[in-house]
T-cell receptor, first 114, second 110 residues
Framework: EAQVTQNPRYLITVTGKKLTVTCSQNMNHEYMSWYRQDPGLGLRQIYYSMNVEVTDKGDVPEGYKVSRKEKRNFPLILESPSPNQTSLYFC?????????????FGQGTRLTVV | GQNIDQPTEMTATEGAIVQINCTYQTSGFNGLFWYQQHAGEAPTFLSYNVLDGLEEKGRFSSFLSRSKGYSYLLLKELQMKDSASYLCAGIYNQGGKLIFGQGTELSVKP
């Protein structure tokens, strides 16, 4: 089954404790992206990757890092989480640089930073 | 930035037709997506428009006017299960950036 898998689904952590949210897709997609979703603000792009070893900033990259060492995985790293990073996070993938093809979304990771 | 604007919420009656509008900035624009998102779930793809005109897919249709920076999603024969948030998203800069509107919360009432 074609899918995007995020882990964990829920996470409560403390300020400053490094964490990684994993994202994996089994569709051999070139394009992967991370979003955060906050009430009243909609989905905002954090980082995206056009292919292996190619990553670019989205609209809200501050406080986040990503890596794309292999095609299927695109982890999101918070080196020093802060309460303003409490949010619902989605990973998505699509073929052909995201153009003209639907993005498949993971089920989301609800992160709370206290 | 590439602002995407859509109404915050709409209400419609079961069996009726509803049109959700979306406006976007045209600089660097490549195409426009519509997604549906039920509460607590991931967005799911509805449509993609890159050329001007209407794309019909069952009960859902999507329209694009590139010159006006305008799109709409048309939902016909509304059902209760259509109650959801509808997200308009523009793709920019040769496919790299996907910019979402804040979403339109649609409530379908009996």
């Amino acid at each position: 089954e074609a899918q995007v898998t995020q882990n964990p689904r829920y996470l409560i952590t403390v300020t400053g404790k490094k964490l990684t949210v994993t994202c994996s897709q089994n569709m051999n997609h070139e394009y992967m992206s991370w979003y955060r979703q906050d009430p009243g603000l909609g989905l905002r792009q954090i980082y995206y990757s056009m292919n292996v070893e190619v990553t670019d900033k989205g609209d809200v990259p501050e406080g986040y890092k990503v890596s794309r060492k292999e095609k299927r995985n695109f982890p999101l790293i918070l080196e020093s989480p802060s309460p303003n990073q409490t949010s619902l996070y989605f990973c998505a993938s699509s073929s052909h640089r995201g153009m003209n093809t639907e993005a498949f979304f993971g089920q989301g990771t609800r992160l709370t930073v206290v | 930035g590439q602002n995407i604007d859509q109404p915050t919420e709409m209400t419609a009656t079961e069996g009726a037709i509803v049109q959700i509008n979306c406006t976007y900035q045209t600089s660097g624009f490549n195409g426009l997506f519509w997604y549906q998102q039920h509460a607590g779930e991931a967005p799911t793809f509805l449509s993609y428009n890159v050329l001007d005109g209407l794309e019909e897919k069952g009960r859902f249709s999507s329209f694009l006017s590139r010159s006006k920076g305008y799109s709409y999603l048309l939902l016909k024969e509304l059902q209760m299960k259509d109650s959801a948030s509808y997200l308009c998203a523009g793709i920019y800069n040769q496919g790299g950036k996907l910019i979402f509107g804040q979403g339109t919360e649609l409530s379908v009432k009996p």
